[in-house]
Antibody, heavy 120, light 107 residues
Framework: EVQLQESGPGLVKPSQSLSLTCSVT????????WGWIRKFPGNKMEWMGY???????SYNPSLKSRISITRDTSKNQFFLQLNSVTTEDTATYYC??????????????WGQGVMVTVSS | DIQMTQSPASLSASLGETVTIQCQAS??????LAWYQQKPGKSPQLLIY???SLQDGVPSRFSGSGSGTQYSLKISSMQTEDEGVYFC?????????FGGGTKLELK
């Protein structure tokens, strides 16, 4: 069974970097696409970006140059780094596997989510 | 960005009632649409992909339809466990975008 588990600090200070890890079991991250999605208070959901089976990445332009997604295939983990955070980055962060149907992507496995608060 | 507009924002339904949730895209997304259900304290669960394909393990009372810019999710007979928030998501163009969510409660 495919399982994803996020880990990382629940509290980050403004202007610092947010770093999260997604550990995957039951499936290799050298297949499919692996993404980060966040949910803000009030239900707004935002796709942040993904890292592909080959290691290529794609990011939401709204995050500009603040975001980086990397991976460690030996540990079957991928990572999120978001720089220069503000209080507006307070959200629940999810990692998820993306599959595709005739080229149309969807998220079929999700982690349980980690709530991150940006506050001094 | 493609904007996804869901309606209604919230609704309540009785046991056994048919429920329909709408999702409108700001441009044609050629059936590149998925639906998710999220229960309180849980992560989203995929219900429908490709606008109308039912994810394995999802009860058959859930169905998706639509084309172009207009899509809908139907629950044919509301059950207690169907309470939650429902989201649509498009994957035609980057950035992939989500609807604002529809909160479904049992009446």
């Amino acid at each position: 069974e495919v399982q994803l588990q996020e880990s990382g600090p629940g509290l980050v200070k403004p202007s610092q970097s947010l770093s999260l890890t997604c550990s995957v079991t039951g499936y290799s991250i050298t297949s499919n696409y692996w993404g980060w999605i966040r949910k803000f208070p009030g239900n707004k959901m935002e796709w942040m970006g993904y890292i592909s089976y080959s290691g290529s990445t794609s990011y939401n332009p709204s995050l500009k140059s603040r975001i980086s997604i990397t991976r460690d295939t030996s540990k079957n983990q991928f990572f999120l780094q978001l720089n220069s955070v503000t209080t507006e980055d307070t959200a629940t962060y999810y990692c998820a596997r993306s599959s595709a149907y005739y080229g149309s992507p969807y998220f079929d496995y999700w982690g349980q989510g980690v709530m991150v608060t940006v506050s001094s | 960005d493609i904007q996804m507009t869901q309606s209604p924002a919230s609704l309540s339904a009785s046991l056994g009632e048919t429920v329909t949730i709408q999702c409108q895209a700001s441009e044609d997304i050629y059936s590149g649409l998925a639906w998710y259900q999220q229960k309180p304290g849980k992560s989203p669960q995929l219900l429908i992909y490709g606008a109308s394909s039912l994810q394995d393990g999802v009860p058959s009372r859930f169905s998706g339809s639509g084309s172009g810019t207009q899509y809908s999710l139907k629950i044919s007979s509301m059950q207690t466990e169907d309470e939650g928030v429902y989201f649509c998501q498009q994957g035609l163009k980057y950035p992939w975008t989500f609807g604002g969510g529809t909160k479904l409660e049992l009446k």
